[in-house]
Each structure stands twice: as structure tokens, then as C-alpha cells.
């Protein structure tokens, strides 16, 4: 049967339509006046349902043209640990809200960072039919808050550099000190044993003299005799001449090197920190003998032991040596060895020693995972990765566990007059060229042990 609709029922469909036209329009405009998010509406199998301008501006250049388009079909290469790579649309649409705060695209050879947010609409509540639901997604583009936040980073970094120069500045004007001290209690030496010895050599020529012009005085017929006593006596002067002169000799070939040594190292130290402050860093490695670099350590703290009555041992084969930046090894295992001091005179201080002791040992060990490997040109030889570790022991007051959990801070120090900013460098240099450091004591008044272990690069 064929009815006719009345004027009302058309106007009320006319307008009806009109308002579904109007809010399509509002839709469409609020899709595409969101700026730098793409707006989209799928269903449950990831096909497109409707998206903004912003979404085919970005995003076509990369989309499947094959129709239904899916959006499975975005290049996302990692979500950061909130989900796998390839199961993001699972894991935004298994429950009703969803968010993926950080998500990686490569887009026309540009890397870019995106916000997902997926809410489900057309949902009843208690119904099982999932294939009736759709889901809006918003992918926000935050690549420059990205950017920004990699510029804080980098920001950040360049004034913890800056930090760590004014630490180091710090130690190492420390360090001088003690370098210049003993330098000058070599100078104090040297000066002191050469001293008397300019007068030997006047008081041989006036004997000498003295026995020739004594010559007037003998009869005729003990002359001869009188000579060749003479001749003894001469021969034994000179035999004593020319002990002194080995002796200063000796002298200016072991102190004088070592003070020269001392000099070199106050101006190599001075050098390394004006670099320091310069914008381009240099890279000032070098193939460091660990046994010779030791002791020129135990020649600048020598005056230290020595005044404290410290037995320091050393364990250092000769043939070792590492490639490194030597002035920032030299001041770390200095500031080290001040520190072994320290804790000594603070144990036989408080009853807990008798007598106080410093160890420092270095050894070549086969790197942790490392493989065999033989070397052709070398006879067939086996060669292996090895590591340099060097402990640092004594005997001193030991360190209870709230003191291990912080020595390496910044700031943190058990001394009275300390800053809190040797070990701290020290172990920064360490930890950002590869290599480690860890400290152990059973407890205080039980001694203490630092290990350093340098790894070479590759």
C-alpha cells in the first residue's frame, strides 16, 4: 500500500537531515582544526573509518593504498617498553581507554614521536559483540617536546661537564700542593747531602800541599821512603775524591730526576686543566707504565709515609701498562693513597692497629666472557682480552655500610677538612671511559679495599 508522508513528516526528515549534515560538518571541522593531531576512527580490525586533514598530511605518504586502509600499517618502530612493536593496536583497543605515552615513526626519512590515545565508543555495557564497537584514536605529534627534552639532556650533560671541571680543578690544585711539597723536600735533600761535600775537596788540596812543602823537613836519607808514603797518601785522597764525586753524582742522577719528574708533573697537571676549560676537548691517552706512574706517586707522598711511620708496599710488575689519560689516573690513585693515610693514622689513632700499612698491587686478568683467539703472525700463540686490575688496601679504619653506599658521592666525605670530591671524580672518569671502581671493608676498624679495574676499548 502506498501512503503519502504529510508536510510535517517531510519537514521533520528535512530537518532532521539538515542537523545530521550540520553535525557532520561540526565533526569534520573539529577533526580538522586539531593541530598536530591526527584524529581517527576505526573499528575493531583497524580499518579506517573517517580521519582528519592532519592524519593524511602526515601519514599518506607511508598508508597500505589498498582499500580498506588499516591502520596496523604505521611505520612504528619502538614503543618503549609499553607494549611489543608489533602488537600496539592490541594492546591500545583491549580495554575501553588506552594510552601509549611515547611511540617512534620514520616518516619520508624524518624520525618523529607520537602520543596514542584510543577511547571505545559504541559500547553497551555487558554486551559480548565487540565487532560493534569502533575506537577513536589520537596520535599527537610530540617530536618537538622530544627534541626539547634531548636539548635539556644535552644542556644538562654540558653543565654536569662543567661541575666535574670545578671538581677536578679542586683535586688537582690539591694534588699540586702535595706534588710542590715534594719537590721541595727532594730540593731539601739534595741541597742538605751536597752541602758539606764542597769542602772535602779544599781540605785534599791543603793535605796535599801540606805533605810537599813538609818534603824541606826530611833527612836526606829518609826521602825516599817519604815519597812513596807520599804517593799512598796521595792515591788514597784521590781514592776518596773520586768516592764523593760518584756519591754526588749518584745523588744529582736520582733526587734531581725525581724533582725534575715532580716539576714535570706540576706542569703536566696545569696543562691537563687549562685544556679542560677550553671548548674542544683533547684526547690526551697515552701508553702509561703502571709501575713507573706508582712510583712517582709513592715519590710525591713519600714525605706523608714518612712522617707517619707507613710501610707502603708495591706490587706492580713492570711489563704492565694500560693506554689511558695518565694525569686523571696519577691524581685518582693519589687522592687514593691520602686516603689509605687518613684512614691508618685514624686507626692507630683509636687503639685499633699497632702499626700501620698501604698496599697497592696491579695484575693482568682474562676479561670476563671474553674468547680465545690464536694469533698467526705470532707463532701460533693464544692470545686473550685481558683487563688491568689495581687494589688499593689498608689497614686503616675500615668503612661501615652506609659509608660504601656513598663514597663515590659527590660531596660525601668522613674527613673533617674534606670536600667530598676526589673519589667522586675519580670514579666519574673511570665509569665514562669503560672502566670500574668498587671499594669493600668487613666493617670499622677492619682496613679497607678499593679495586679498579680498567678495561681496554674494543
Known sequence: MYTTQSPITRQYETDINRLQQDLEQINKSLFDATAHTAILLVNPKGELLQTNNYFHQVFDSVMDSLYPQKIQTLPITNTYGSCPTDAWFEFLTFKDER??????????????????????????????????????????????????????????????????????????????????????????????????????????????????????????????????????????????????????????????????????????????????????????????????????????????????????????????????????????????????????????????????????????VPREGSFFELDMMMNDSIVMAEDIVIDVYDNGIGMDETTIKNVFLQGFTTKHDGHGLGLHSFANFLTGNGHTITCKSEGIGKGSLFTITLTPEG
Not at 605529534?141 to 627534541?147: C, G, H, K, R
Not at 680543578?169 to 758539606?196: C, D
Open 99 to 364: 594510552m601509549l605515552p611515547k611511540v617512534e615513526m620514520t616518516i619520508e626519512g624524518k624520525l618523529l614521536y607520537f602520543t596514542i590515545i584510543s577511547t571505545v565508543i559504541n559500547h553497551t555495557e555487558g554486551s559480548s559483540d565487540k565487532h560493534r564497537e569502533s575506537y577513536i584514536l589520537s596520535l599527537t605529534d610530540i617530536t618537538n617536546v622530544v627534541e626539547l627534552h634531548k636539548n635539556e639532556i644535552s644542556i644538562s650533560k654540558e653543565l654536569a661537564y662543567k661541575q666535574g671541571i670545578f671538581d677536578v680543578t679542586s683535586e688537582y690544585i690539591n694534588n699540586i700542593g702535595n706534588i710542590v711539597t715534594g719537590a721541595q723536600h727532594l730540593s731539601e735533600r739534595i741541597i742538605k747531602n751536597l752541602e758539606p761535600m764542597q769542602f772535602f775537596f779544599k781540605y785534599f788540596d791543603h793535605i796535599k800541599e801540606q805533605l810537599l812543602g813538609n818534603r824541606c823537613f826530611i833527612r836526606e836519607e829518609a826521602t825516599e821512603e817519604y815519597l812513596k808514603n807520599l804517593k799512598k797518601v796521595e792515591m788514597s785522597l784521590n781514592i776518596i775524591e773520586s768516592s764523593l764525586t760518584d756519591t754526588i753524582k749518584n745523588v744529582l742522577d736520582t733526587d734531581m730526576k725525581s724533582l725534575q719528574k715532580s716539576i714535570s708533573n706540576i706542569a703536566t697537571t696545569i696543562a691537563f686543566q687549562q685544556e679542560l676549560y677550553k671548548n674542544t676537548k683533547t684526547n690526551m691517552d697515552e701508553v702509561v707504565k703502571l709501575s713507573e706512574l706508582i712510583g712517582e706517586i709513592r715519590s710525591v707522598i713519600e714525605p706523608q709515609l714518612f712522617r707517619h711511620d707507613i710501610l707502603l708496599m708495591l706490587d706492580v710488575p713492570s711489563e704492565l701498562t694500560f693506554n689511558i689519560n695518565r694525569i686523571h689516573l696519577f691524581n685518582g690513585l693519589l687522592n687514593l693513597l691520602k686516603n689509605s693515610i687518613h684512614a691508618v693514622n685514624t686507626a692507630y689513632n683509636d687503639k685499633y692497629i699497632l702499626s700501620k700499612m698501604i698496599k697497592i698491587s696491579a695484575r693482568s
